[in-house]
């Protein structure tokens, strides 16, 4: 079974932090993707980075920068600067790949909230 | 493009009622999904098609719930004699079987359900 843990609820930090968020996952696929969304109020899923399990580079994308360990089974996301913006929810997620593209796990979602 | 489209985005019913919700996947995505949330919870996988043929059920979905997607374009999730623990936001989601985009699923802004 597939399972993604956010350990942070809640995270409240003042405009132009850095915040760094937590995830940590189970799997016993050798195959899988990793992933960050963001839900802003609007409440629609925003996609905002991919990793899959060959590749543990870790990168940064503007403001966004990841940090993908196997060893540890952590994919850990962080925003650089923060902004009044990036207030949301934000979750991991797991999917497995193989015969079966559909199911997304995700974790229960971390509040951030940048106050100015 | 247009994203992933959801109608109603709010409805509300009596328990006992049946509800019908509809997706409009991105143009051309052929992997479309349901998603259910409730609060302060992260989405769970529902089911999943490709093209028509739903390929993949959650244990979630019970015999009160039947999705089609008849044409392999929109799809419809309806719930008959809904229940109070049926109110969630219900979201959809689509992606593309191309190897670069693979496995990125595109969230539409959900319907959220209240069952009085």
């Known amino acids: 079974a597939q399972k993604v843990t956010q350990a942070q609820t809640e995270i409240s930090v003042v405009e132009k932090e850095d915040v760094t968020l937590d995830c940590v996952y189970e799997?016993?696929?050798?195959?899988?993707?990793l992933f960050w969304y963001k839900q802003p109020p609007s409440g629609e899923l925003v996609f905002l980075i991919r990793?899959?399990?060959?590749?543990?580079q870790n990168e940064i994308s503007g403001r966004y920068s990841w940090n993908f360990q196997k060893s540890t089974s952590s994919f850990n996301f962080t925003i650089t600067a923060s902004q009044v913006v990036d207030s949301a929810v934000y979750f991991c997620a797991l999917n497995t790949g193989g015969t079966s593209y559909g199911k997304l796990t995700f974790g229960q979602g971390t509040i951030l909230t940048v106050h100015p | 493009d247009t994203g992933v489209s959801q109608d109603p985005r709010h409805k509300i019913t009596k328990r006992g009622q049946n509800v019908t919700f509809r997706c409009d996947p991105i143009s051309e995505h052929n992997r479309l999904y349901w998603y259910r949330q409730t609060l302060g919870q992260g989405p769970e996988f529902l089911t999943y098609?490709?093209?028509?043929?739903?390929?993949?059920k959650s244990r979630l979905l019970s015999d009160r719930f039947s999705a089609e997607r008849p044409k392999g374009s929109f799809s419809t999730l309806e719930i008959q004699r809904t229940e109070q623990g049926d109110s969630a936001m219900y979201l959809c989601?689509?992606?593309?079987?191309?190897?670069?985009?693979?496995?990125?699923?595109?969230f539409g802004a959900g319907t959220r359900l209240s069952v009085l």
């Open positions: 799997t016993r696929d050798t195959t899988y993707y």
């Open positions: 989601a689509s992606s593309i079987g191309l190897a670069g985009e693979l496995h990125i699923q595109y």
């Open positions: 098609f490709q093209n028509e043929a739903q390929l993949e």
């Open positions: 990793r899959n399990s060959f590749d543990e």
